[in-house]
């Protein structure tokens, strides 16, 4: 893991006493509400619904289990005793008091972690692929460049204020686990004919009210020149996006307006004409970077793992957990686990501090030390024998973090919704309870297989739903919550946007909606093998709206 | 329809609603006002607390009152008074029960 140097040490806790002072002075009235805005938002610190919220910077959406626990003392000791894991591989605290803000940022620089530029219009915390350094489909491990973009965005002085929050995602794998498509900007880790690694670049992806999947704008980027290709994008961006309207002000409607191959002339010659070699990464300082991420020493461990296998053939319920929650490792004998945090029925990507404190645990004992969040709001021990996943799945079990539903009905992404989020129309998080309680974790959940459903409860999508298999997307119409279905959506290698059903349903009504498109699926398959998302592709929309609008009609707004 | 004047705390961002002159955290121990009158000179009388940092975003919102219990008209205000629908054991909801 990336261990800070005595630079961001310092940079750390030099903004940790800032923070101190300028709430101090925000308190004593020295500050208004107008004037420290600016300043709390930079450091994570939202107003919402019921009290302000903290978003805690994970970058690349790795931890530590020292890390974890801290996360954990902090939400018991300044909150309620749990936190929310966000689409951008964070934690957000919902009750914090801003008397308590700079404590609770100097804890968290005590084990090399802030809430530093998780709100404002500047460079977010950079996401990667949640299986980085595990998998075994990948070319490269993503995160030293997430880590390389981290360095270089953090209060960057010509991008600290641009005209709309940027989002940068990397993968390392030809199978896109990190949504970069649906990025402002995303870095997809590939090789060149001389075997050489570089990057694909994507841009003026991004969800929001105005869905757009971003353009490959190049094929290969050497890797030397990850940040001025980078400064070269965001410059233009800067300079040319928009400002007289903030719903207008994103990358991708800059690339939509001056056109996808304008917008590639103007980055390349932005590359060109300042490319002198300042930004050029050094060979060394990629192989430094890179050391810090490199993977434990992991000896193949033999053919056959008898006690998992042994389990395996004698436990209907740890053999679907296998199915469900264990990944293909790089390694013979090892196994990638997927914490759900999606219990049947609870609230999607919550975490209470004794949860925490058990992933932190296990990752200890058994998992190297390593923790992932993963965009899907779940948790990830990427580095486990296969023969320890028998103790550890008991161990989890008998917390309730067995949940055997990864990539299922139930394993739903959900935001806040308007149980908490100032901006939101309408609640998502019951939503999904909803429909988790509906289709559970058994025998129907499995017949169905894989399927994502993506919940937002306004139209800014931080809960994904355009890139839902199906999509729900929560409004208010007079005084009433109603929610549109989107069917088709994606966020993998092979993205696209959802389509819209139709009118909405109501709250009470949704559930049963998205049964009706569940049911209709199971009727239309050509067999088990033909997943939700390729059923869809093949036959359309008509019969999902003919199900939903026609035989039943189910629509009642 | 009355109305109660609304505000976030500053030290810890805790929903307090205006009561003669003070604010309190119990919906129903708000003070309700009955004419856009009063609510407008409520609102201003709130606004020194602005000024005087104690309270960040004041304004008004639509209740229902009856029988010494009050409640918020639309859902959003509504949840914002009692707490998270997903979670009755935190927000006001927890201190009233």
Known sequence: MYRYDEFDAAFVKDRVSQFRDQVERRLSGELNEDQFRIHRLMNGLYLQLHAYMLRIAIPYGTLSSRQMRKLADVARRYDKGYGHFTTRQNLQLNWPALKDTPDILAELASVEMHAIQTSGNCIRNVTADHF??????????????????????????????????????????????????????????????????????????????????????????????????????????????????????????????????????????????????????????????????????LKARLAKPELFDARRNADGKFRAFVETNIAQHKIDGFGIVTISLKPIGGIPGDATSEQMDIVADLAERYGHDEIRVSHEQNLVLPHVALDDIPAIYDFLAKHGLATSNIGQISDIIACPGLDYCSLATARSIPVAQRISDRFGDGERAHEIGDLKIKISGCINACGHHHVGHIGILGLERKGVETYQITLGGSADENCTLGDITGPGFSYEAVVDAVETVVDTYLGLRTDKSEDFLTAYRRVGMAPFKAALYEKNPGADI | MPQVVTASRLVDGIVVFWSHGGWVELLDQAQVLQTKDDVEANIKSAQADVAANLVVDVFAFEVKAAAGHVEAVTLRDRIRTAGPTVHRDHGKQAVAR
């Open chain 1, 132 to 297: 980085a350094g595990a998998a075994a489909d990948e070319i490269d491990d993503p995160r030293p460049y997430a880590e390389i973009l981290r360095q270089w965005s953090s209060i960057h002085p010509e991008f600290s204020f641009l005209p709309r929050k940027f989002k940068i995602a990397v993968t390392g794998a030809a199978r896109d686990r990190a949504a970069i498509q649906v990025h402002d900007i995303g870095y997809q880790i590939v090789r060149n004919r001389a075997g050489e690694p570089g990057f694909a670049v994507w841009v003026g992806g991004g969800q929001g009210r105005t869905p757009m999947i971003a353009k490959k704008i190049r094929d290969f980027l050497p890797v030397a020149d990850l940040l001025a290709y980078s400064e070269a994008i965001v410059r233009v961006y800067n300079l040319e996006g928009r400002r007289d309207n903030k719903y207008k002000a994103r990358i991708k409607i800059l690339l939509h307006e001056k056109g996808a191959e304008p917008f590639r002339v103007a980055v390349e010659e932005e590359f060109a004409a300042r490319n002198d070699g300042a930004l050029r990464l050094p060979q060394a300082e990629i192989d430094r970077i890179h050391a810090y991420f490199a993977p434990p020493a």
